[in-house]
T-cell receptor, first 114, second 116 residues
Framework: EPEVTQTPSHQVTQMGQEVILRCVPI?????FYWYRQILGQKVEFLVS????????KSEIFDDQFSVERPDGSNFTLKIRSTKLEDSAMYFC????????????FGQGTRLTVV | AQKVTQAQTEISVVEKEDVTLDCVYE???????LFWYKQPPSGELVFLIR??????QNEISGRYSWNFQKSTSSFNFTITASQVVDSAVYFC?????????????FGEGTQLTVNP
């Protein structure tokens, strides 16, 4: 069964460093998303991406964040200068269509900023 | 603005009991979509069901059933004859419209613990 894959599963980084989280969405999906979940809290939307551009972003997704689809398969989230409060589980998701279809989530990348 | 409320933070039941997880939502749109996701201890998010705002039929899938009531803006989830493997955090989520890249707004989640 096709699935969304994320790498790495766990990343530890020092405050102020740049990190890139990687995702391979399901191949025939057109919409891509990043969500984050701070430990013990709810899942929060960061950004959605369609047709090689951001279609929607939340207030969390400030100038420190960027997304890219560098080739036909990968979808990345970059955090330019990490802060302690960026520590969270980051989920990538993809869907065939927009909000009316289910989004399939990857297993997540746990980011720890020290 | 869209909002999802799951008032039950934690529920603990004994195996074989039935349990209902509540979800109340707020939206101004007439077209919207409701979802339930399961997050087991391993951490991934597993899709369970999607329901659109025009379809108020209840749905049953094995031991799972969902009750959608627009009049009370609720989309409740019932597990019949619960099992230990049902222990997880369950999230209700809402998506508005069919516009490009519609975000999912999640509730706070309900931690369900099923004890043997």
């Amino acid at each position: 069964e096709p699935e969304v894959t994320q790498t790495p599963s766990h990343q530890v980084t020092q405050m102020g460093q740049e990190v890139i989280l990687r995702c391979v969405p399901i191949s025939n999906h057109l919409y891509f998303y990043w969500y984050r979940q701070i430990l013990g809290q709810k899942v929060e939307f960061l950004v959605s991406f369609y047709n090689n551009e951001i279609s929607e972003k939340s207030e969390i997704f400030d100038d420190q964040f960027s997304v890219e689809r560098p080739d036909g398969s990968n979808f990345t989230l970059k955090i330019r200068s990490t802060k302690l409060e960026d520590s969270a589980m980051y989920f990538c998701a993809s869907s065939e269509e927009a909000g009316n279809t289910e989004a399939f989530f990857g297993q997540g990348t746990r980011l720890t900023v020290v | 603005a869209q909002k999802v409320t799951q008032a039950q933070t934690e529920i603990s039941v004994v195996e074989k009991e039935d349990v209902t997880l509540d979800c109340v939502y707020e939206t101004r749109d007439t077209t919207y979509y409701l979802f339930w996701y399961k997050q087991p201890p391993s951490g991934e998010l597993v899709f369970l069901i999607r329901r659109n705002s025009f379809d108020e039929q209840n749905e049953i899938s094995g031991r799972y059933s969902w009750n959608f009531q627009k009049s009370t803006s609720s989309f409740n989830f019932t597990i019949t004859a619960s099992q230990v493997v049902d222990s997880a955090v369950y999230f209700c989520a809402l998506s508005e419209r069919e516009t490009s890249g519609s975000r999912l707004t999640f509730g706070e989640g309900t931690q369900l613990t099923v004890n043997p």
